[in-house]
């Protein structure tokens, strides 16, 4: 049975973010400090977005009113999963266990 990289995207919603740094910071503390120690395996990161115009990499990060949305990657290793969709299953649990009420999108499933 391979293993898998399973890459997920999250939505984060942050009050009294005065920048974007800020915003973004507090994001990816907030998800380490829940996803500590059931899932500390999972790796966090600030997500990018494409510009439709322009296709340089943007920060999926809004502050609006010192109140702000960031978006997050969660990277997950899977080892020994039967297929991709269970290595997807599995990372979905785990991290949505961890993130409760958290909304959770997969967007890649490597086989490693």
């Not at 322009?54 to 020994?80: N, Y």
């Amino acid at each position: 049975m391979p293993d898998y990289l399973v890459t997920l995207e999250s939505a984060w919603y942050i009050k009294e973010a005065k920048t974007l740094d800020d915003a973004i910071g507090i994001a990816i503390s907030e998800a380490g400090k829940r996803l500590n120690p059931s899932a500390k395996f999972v790796e966090v990161e600030a997500g990018m977005l494409a510009c439709p115009f322009c296709e340089r990499e943007l920060s999926s990060a809004i502050v609006v009113a010192d109140t702000a949305l960031v978006g997050l990657i969660l990277e997950m290793k899977v080892f020994r999963a039967e297929s991709k969709e269970h290595a997807s299953r599995i990372a979905k649990s785990v991290i949505g266990k961890a993130l409760h009420e958290i909304p959770l999108k997969l967007l890649d499933v490597q086989e490693l």
